[in-house]
């Protein structure tokens, strides 16, 4: 079965743009959680939703805001992009709901998306 | 405020020599556990996690983890590392604040 599939896969933004970056999950998965993995931060829990509800939100300004569709499909925004947001943005989905994105069983990430903001 | 510390940022083993990664974490009460493993070539994988009972656990790919409370520590083992073991791996947690910390990560190198 097909894995979990994020588009694009790279990116390149200018400061000030909004991007938005899409994430489908395995099928029959109804559980996306979105991380932002940068050399400085490290990897960190942005958002989590199951069945088009978002079940949980990292530490994050309101810059970042995340949807889910009836499909399961989830797709993540960010405005007004700052030098800093550049960065890989990953996805995972799940059956179950996790654990502010930490799963409570198998978990499937995507490749990831590479954004960067010049 | 919950944190999780990774200590080594950088290990290297010989192939077939066992492997321990540390975890230490700071937080009131027992949190739940989780260790990921990130491959250049594999993404980001879940190993194994801990929420109660046992406190040696077992996960995929041969590796083990043991949560000691006394410690606060969650260390990942292996008794014989394989050259596809070669990635970083990650301690994370999370707590009943609703909220998930990722350790800063270690870099494992694996000698032939």
């Known amino acids: 079965k097909a894995g979990v599939t994020q588009t694009p896969r790279y990116l390149i933004k200018t400061r000030g743009q909004q991007v938005t970056l899409s994430c489908s999950p395995i099928s029959g998965h109804r559980s996306v959680s979105w991380y932002q993995q940068t050399p400085g931060q490290g990897l960190q829990f942005l958002f989590e939703y199951f069945s088009e509800t978002q079940r949980n939100k990292g530490n994050f300004p309101g810059r970042f805001s995340g949807r889910q569709f009836s499909n399961s499909r989830s797709e993540m925004n960010v405005s007004t992009l700052e030098l800093g947001d550049s960065a890989l943005y990953l996805c995972?989905?799940?059956?179950?709901?996790?654990?502010?994105?930490?799963?409570?069983?198998?978990?499937?990430f995507g490749p990831g998306t590479r954004l960067t903001v010049l | 405020a919950q944190s999780v510390t990774q200590p080594d940022i950088h290990i290297t083993v010989s192939e077939g020599a066992s492997l321990e990664l540390r975890c230490n974490y700071s937080y009131g009460a027992t949190p739940y556990l989780f260790w990921y493993v990130q491959s250049p070539g594999q993404g980001l994988q879940l190993l194994l996690k801990?929420?109660?009972?046992?406190?040696l656990v077992q996960g995929i790919k041969g590796f083990e983890a043991e949560f000691k409370r006394s410690q606060s520590s969650f260390n990942l083992r292996k008794p014989s590392v394989h050259w596809s073991d070669a990635a970083e791996y990650f301690c994370?947690?999370?707590?009943?604040?609703?909220?998930?910390?990722f350790g800063d990560g270690t870099t494992l190198t694996v000698k032939p």
């Open positions: 801990y929420f109660s009972g046992d406190t």
């Open positions: 995972a989905s799940s059956l179950a709901p996790g654990l502010a994105g930490l799963s409570t069983d198998t978990q499937y």
């Open positions: 994370a947690v999370y707590t009943n604040a609703g909220k998930s910390t």
